[in-house]
């Protein structure tokens, strides 16, 4: 039995999955195990794991699967559609399933979706989002009855759902229960099949737990079922590490598919591994997953293991108490919270706030107020996420939008565009604008707040100019809120980035998704070169980090002047300016390949390193030279290869920084300062 499991990914203006595809690499695994072995000797299983769009072509073009297994998501579902139908087309007999998280939850949305892709047999559901029983189930009823197609529609099968094709009746198989033991899921790491991936640029992921104990209903893993915490075991867990440590270069990150890492008590055990992997192979350099939203002491346990690695996520989503009691949300007191950001941050660790805009009574004012709180907590970054109404998420079922009187717009996902066989793939997301609470030109007020907030206070980019303004007695936010009231003082180029984002901002959405789909085809050429369209608040981020740094530089410089103005508190220029030429010196910029050649040197009546190393414990003042001094740069030889690696995988277009930036700390992209001198050359 020749089986297709694919996993794509949209990669013609950079990869837009960037983890090796672990969830069919699980599929192949079990039914390998598992499949009967009467039914396993009459028809082996040959089964063959496909990321790339070309390389399932090219297969299907020389090979006739007789499944064909596709993952959905919400960045490649119509990509997995089209090679559906590429499919059938060649090969009329092949049977096509489809899985993942992109379901809807209500049996007439289930209906409705699957009657809307005839291109698909048969939906692998399984319990909530995991398919590995109900993939060995239907691969089990197709060896049962021969690989006939045909045949499998005569009964039902557990985990699985489909419209009849001789009757037209909605079919639905009967409950499957979750695997309590992940341990019953043979490792694809240590069978060999994800070796491919140690050659490419993409991150190893793993999943330690699967499961989350948080019923926030904007998320597709709040559903009940998916309530209860099943976990591999330490030891497995260690065997995959290894594996991974012993074969991967060591600036590529690592990923954990948690929904909470750091909350529970095996994560230090895992943490404590990890360690020793930095110790003895430099890897993992960097951690990316989503850690736990209680249990603070624990995940600064574990972020202290990993010597820092891991920043910690702070995913409050919102602190207006109305919005967490409407969708279902209880975060911790935000004095607990500060008190752990003293612990992460005296611990020289980061960690990062997140909101989502649009909420179910969310206001402008209570936004604005949550983006102020968390920052005098001390997160090193906010992220103010779109609300998305995602299939599986029970914020986007009919009787939500009713309540909450959503009005949404469609836009295409960003970078998740390509053209594989001749025809545009375009994919398409469905957000929400405006509520009864937050207009949509408050949406627009917000969004520009937050490109400006992710360009100037991203894991303290430019932070020794922040600490430099709150020693004046001036706070981040109130900075940020006068950057944005000033931006018409910006320099040229700056204020023409902006207006750019806000045009595009309102030019991306739709009434329906069809109007979507034609302008993204009419387009279609303008959005894969990035001219056009994307995560338009990552790529305009980009363009003001990499692309406009001297610009941005001078623009926050004119700034906190202003404040130091309009408060009487200008005391000395020169400090101001010792700290924005400190970093126009050792901010890495494009062309990177120019920036990482050169080493500038730097002249200063402050020691702004010494400062910032001491945590800017005291005002600049006091680290005054007795004489101007001139310091030299140099480049960290794993940082050089960190970014080299992340370019030749990614690109270096705004679209390729904005993703690979995601898996480095700002303080990456940054030249060290190795010595000192005189200014006279002594």
């Not at 590529?252 to 591994?273: H, K, P, S, W």
């Not at 293991?305 to 919005?323: C, D, E, F, W, Y």
């Not at 102020?372 to 995602?390: C, F, N, P, W, Y």
Request: with cysteine; proline share 4%.
């Amino acid at each position: 039995m020749r089986v297709f499991l694919a996993d794509l990914g949209h990669n013609q203006l950079t990869y837009s999955s960037d983890v090796y595809p672990l969830g069919v690499a699980n599929l192949a695994t079990y039914a390998r195990e598992y499949l009967p072995d009467n039914l396993s000797a009459k028809h082996p299983l040959d089964i063959r794991i496909f990321r790339e769009p070309e390389d399932l072509k090219e297969a299907l073009d020389h090979d006739s699967p007789d499944v064909l297994a596709l993952s959905s998501y919400s960045w490649n579902h119509n990509l997995a559609l089209h090679f559906a139908d590429y499919a059938k087309k060649r090969h009329p007999k092949v049977l096509t399933l489809m899985g993942g998280p992109n379901f809807p939850l209500t049996v007439v949305e289930q209906e409705s979706f699957l009657r809307g892709m005839s291109q698909i047999d048969i939906a692998v559901r399984g319990p909530t989002y995991e398919g590995e029983r109900a993939f060995l189930n239907i691969i089990r009823r197709f060896a049962e009855v021969d690989c006939r197609r045909e045949g499998v529609f005569e009964e039902s099968v557990a985990g699985n759902l489909w419209i009849d094709p001789s009757t037209g009746e909605f079919v639905v198989g009967g409950e499957v229960e979750r695997i309590h033991d992940l341990d019953e899921i043979p490792s694809p790491y240590l069978a060999g099949l994800l070796d491919d991936y140690f050659k490419t640029g993409y991150f190893p992921m793993m999943q330690i737990a699967r499961g989350c104990p948080f019923s926030c209903t904007y998320c597709n893993s709040s559903v009940e079922a998916n309530s209860k915490i099943y976990a591999h075991s330490v030891e497995n867990v260690k065997a995959d590490l290894l594996y991974i440590a012993q074969r991967i270069k060591p600036e590529i990150t690592l990923c954990f598919a948690d929904d909470n890492f750091g909350m529970y008590q095996r994560d230090e055990e895992v943490a404590d591994y990890i360690s020793y992997l930095q110790e003895t192979y430099n890897w993992p350099q960097y951690l990316r997953t989503t850690t736990g939203k209680n249990r603070g002491e624990r995940i600064i346990k574990v972020m202290r293991k990993i010597k820092g690695r891991l920043p910690m996520t702070a995913a409050v989503q919102s602190l207006n108490p109305t919005v967490l009691k409407n969708i279902k949300r209880a975060n911790i007191s935000l004095d607990t919270f500060a008190d752990i950001q003293k612990e992460v941050i005296a611990q020289g660790m980061q960690s990062y706030g997140e909101l989502i805009l649009s909420m179910p009574g969310e206001t402008k004012a209570s936004f604005m107020t949550a983006v102020r709180d968390l920052l005098e907590t001390g997160v090193k970054r906010i992220s103010a996420h779109q609300l998305m109404l995602l299939h599986g998420a029970p914020l986007s079922n009919p009787e939500s939008r009713e309540l909450f009187q959503f009005k949404t717009r469609f836009r295409v996902v960003a970078r998740n565009i390509g053209d594989y066989t001749g025809e545009p793939i375009i994919e398409t997301e469905e957000m929400v604008v405006e509520t009864p609470d937050f207009s949509f030109e408050e949406y627009l007020e917000a969004r520009v707040f937050h490109l400006l907030l992710t360009i100037f206070y991203y894991e303290g980019n430019f932070e020794e100019a922040f600490e430099y303004a709150r020693h004046e007695g001036i706070k981040p936010y109130d900075v940020m809120v006068r950057m944005q009231r000033m931006l018409d003082d910006a320099p040229p180029a700056f204020r023409a980035m902006i207006d750019d984002f806000l045009k595009e901002s309102q030019e991306e959405l739709f009434q329906t998704r069809e109007e979507c789909i034609e302008w993204a085809k009419q387009n279609f050429a303008a959005l894969v070169d990035g001219s056009l369209g994307g995560n338009l608040l990552s790529k305009y981020s980009m363009i003001g980090r990499f692309y406009l740094t001297q610009e941005a530089i001078e623009f926050l410089q004119t700034v906190i002047s202003s404040a130091q103005d309009e408060a009487v508190l200008r005391t000395d220029l020169a400090q101001l300016q010792a700290v924005t030429d400190y970093l126009r010196c050792i901010l890495l910029h494009v062309p990177f390949a120019e920036t990482l050649a050169e080493n500038p040197e730097w002249t200063t009546s402050y020691d702004v390193e010494a400062w910032h190393k001491d945590n800017y414990k005291d005002h600049l003042d006091m680290y005054a030279f007795d004489q101007p001094r001139t310091f030299a740069t140099t480049i960290d030889a794993n940082k050089r290869a960190m970014i080299e690696t992340r370019i030749a995988t990614f690109g270096e277009h705004p679209s390729g920084l904005g993703k690979f930036t995601r898996t480095m700390f700002a303080q990456d992209l940054r030249r060290t300062i190795v010595a000192a001198k005189s200014a006279n050359g002594a």
